[in-house]
């Protein structure tokens, strides 16, 4: 009977032994594949600056999606911006493009078709107050920031060797959703001016 007991008893302690290992184990593949995620599928990102309101304001929390493929006009990407640092910014011409301000309306054009950025300008901005007429290389993107007047952005560097374009080779990801704060979570869209670009 007492070596009965004994053997019970020794079942019991490797029980509680294996199941200590099992939650390590579990822990650290958690751990893992959320590393995993953000480093290849999903990043979250914060907002820095003013550049982009009303669309993003300073603090506001997004997630990209890694695997988005290449940005088209429209998107918001988060990319290794000209000083090297995470930037975001919306992507208003892509390789091939031709991309000027402003026409007689003073709208932004992409390869003659204007583009209505009521939706997503900063309230009583302007298109630019920069005038441009560039052609996008392949491989690169033309980048501005919502809030116009206050955005760094391709205009602001047209003078440096790259002029402005950000390679693709560059982009982190498309934003999907703003999620950070909770009262103003929303799911991005590109927005529909762009359809009509040929």
Do not use: Q
């Amino acid at each position: 009977m007492a070596d009965t007991k004994k053997a019970e008893g020794v079942g019991k302690e490797k029980k509680k032994g294996g199941g200590f290992r099992e939650t390590i184990l579990l822990l650290v593949l958690g751990v893992g594949l959320a590393m995993l995620l953000h480093t290849f599928v999903v990043g979250s990102f914060y907002i820095p600056s003013v550049s982009m309101e009303n669309t993003l304001l300073v603090n506001d929390r997004v997630f990209v999606n890694k695997l988005a493929g290449k940005p088209e006009r429209g998107d918001i990407i988060v990319f290794k911006g000209w000083t090297g640092e995470d930037t975001i910014k919306r992507v208003i011409g892509v390789g091939g493009d031709k991309v000027v301000c402003c026409d007689k309306d003073k709208r932004i054009t992409v390869n003659g078709t204007p583009l209505d950025e009521e939706s997503y300008l900063y309230t009583d901005d302007f298109a630019s107050g920069d005038k441009f007429d560039v052609t996008v290389p392949a491989g690169k993107l033309w980048l501005m920031g919502d809030h116009r007047s206050a955005s760094a952005d391709s205009r602001a560097h047209m003078e440096e060797p790259g002029g402005g374009f950000i390679s693709e080779d560059a982009v982190i990801g498309v934003a999907v959703v703003r999620y950070w704060p909770l009262s103003r979570g929303y799911l991005f869209t590109r927005p529909d001016i762009f359809d009509k670009v040929k």
